[in-house]
Structure formats: structure tokens, C-alpha cells
């Protein structure tokens, strides 16, 4: 329903601009003037429209012009803007990259003194260890007599354990 209304009014519009077109130019031909006169007058106008319409071609070139001029300023602000923050953002990271690793470095190094501690210890106890097996394996072997003697040590408080 109202796109019948609208083109109605745009055929309205037109016929009326059609209308006045006509109206003008019959106002023309059949007023009292001479043909020469007319023609004078049409040529006239003819030229200031042309005139009016070269002003508003550069008027609106100038506008354009001016419009472009002040975007790519724009443009050129903000990019300049925004080089701006990734600098501060990129040394940002850089020292707090440094911070972290100038705090890491003795953390990292008492770790490793730690950790060389630890082995140092390790070492000494497997030594130990080496020495005292060594040592029993040179020693001499012990008395046949001796054995059962041990075995039945531990075997009398096992007879006294409950049964389970």
C-alpha cells in the first residue's frame, strides 16, 4: 500500500517538474519579445547557469580537495598516534623482560648451588658406600664356626613372634 503512495508522489513530482519545464519554455516563445530578443535572453541565462554550475563543480572540487587533505592528516595523526603506543608498549615489555630476568638469575643460581650441594653430598655417600663394600670384600672371610652361632641369634626371638 504505501509503495503505491510513494510512486504516485514520485510520478507527481515528476509530472510537475515536466510541467514547469514546458510552462518555461512556452513563457518563452510566446512573450512579447522579438525571436532575436529570446534568443538573446535564452543564451543569457544559458551562460549564467553554465557559470553558476562551473562555481559549484570547483566549489565542490575545493571541498573535496580540503576534505581529503584534512582525512590523510588524519589518517597520518593517528598512525603516528598509534607508532607511538607500540613504542611505549614495546619497551614496556623490554624492561619487564629484564626485570624478570635480572630477578631470575639468583633463583637460578642458588638452584644450582643447591643442586651442586646436593650432588657434592651425593658423591661423598656413594663413595662411602664403594669404600665400605670394598672393604668387606678384601676382608677375610668369616669363621664357619661364626655363622651358625649368628643364625641361631636371629632365629631364637623369631620362635617368640605370634603366629599369624
Do not use: C
Amino acid at each position: 500500500m504505501y509503495e503505491s503512495y510513494a510512486r504516485r508522489g514520485s510520478g507527481l513530482f515528476g509530472a510537475f517538474l515536466l510541467g514547469g519545464l514546458i510552462g518555461a519554455a512556452l513563457g518563452l516563445l510566446f512573450a512579447p519579445r522579438s525571436g532575436k530578443e529570446t534568443r538573446d535572453l535564452i543564451a543569457e541565462k544559458g551562460r549564467e547557469y553554465w557559470e553558476d554550475a562551473g562555481e559549484l563543480y570547483d566549489q565542490g572540487v575545493a571541498k573535496a580537495t580540503e576534505l581529503y587533505e584534512a582525512g590523510r592528516e588524519k589518517a597520518a595523526e593517528t598512525a603516528d598516534d598509534v607508532r607511538g603506543r607500540v613504542d611505549v608498549a614495546r619497551e614496556r615489555l623490554r624492561e619487564t623482560v629484564a626485570e624478570a630476568s635480572r630477578g631470575a638469575k639468583p633463583a637460578v643460581s642458588k638452584a644450582a648451588s643447591a643442586a651442586k650441594s646436593g650432588l657434592d653430598v651425593a658423591e661423598a655417600k656413594a663413595q662411602d658406600a664403594l669404600d665400605f663394600v670394598i672393604e668387606k670384600t678384601e676382608a677375610p672371610a668369616p669363621d664357619a664356626a661364626a655363622v651358625p652361632v649368628a643364625a641361631d641369634a636371629v632365629a631364637a626371638p623369631a620362635d617368640d613372634l605370634p603366629d599369624l
